[in-house]
Nanobody, 128 residues
Framework: QVQLVESGGGLVQAGLSLRLSCAASERTFSPYAMAWFRQTPGKEREFVAVVNWNGDYTYYADSVKGRFTVSRDNAKNTAYLQMNSLKSEDTAVYYC?????????????????????WGQGTQVTVSS
């Protein structure tokens, strides 16, 4: 069973940056898309960003557009989320996810249920 392991979370001041990483445990694992979601206590897990297999297509939640950048390095089996100009409202547990098949329609990539693999999450806390 493939495992996704996130790293890079932590405590940071508002306005600064963090980069999250998500490494897949199996070298042969080649998901069509890798995405990031986040969740705060009492709220639903929400979509943040997704990147397709070769990085040509990326989609972002409106709340992070222009501040966050999602990417992946297939040689390292790793996806990244570069988070700049962080705000206190970005505080959450961030989860990496992956889906092996092409979902074809952009709207499907925003849905939690579309993803087959999930990491354990990494806490990001932004202090104001």
């Amino acid at each position: 069973q493939v495992q996704l392991v996130e790293s890079g979370g932590g405590l940071v001041q508002a306005g600064l940056s963090l980069r999250l990483s998500c490494a897949a445990s199996e070298r042969t694992f080649s998901p069509y898309a890798m995405a990031w979601f986040r969740q705060t206590p009492g709220k639903e897990r929400e979509f943040v960003a997704v990147v397709n297999w070769n990085g040509d297509y990326t989609y972002y939640a409106d709340s992070v557009k222009g501040r966050f950048t999602v990417s992946r390095d297939n040689a390292k089996n790793t996806a990244y989320l570069q988070m700049n100009s962080l705000k206190s409202e970005d505080t959450a547990v961030y989860y990496c996810s992956a889906v092996e098949r092409n979902l074809y329609y952009a709207a499907r990539y925003y849905l939690r249920g579309s993803y087959d693999y999930w990491g354990q999450g990494t806490q990001v806390t932004v202090s104001s």
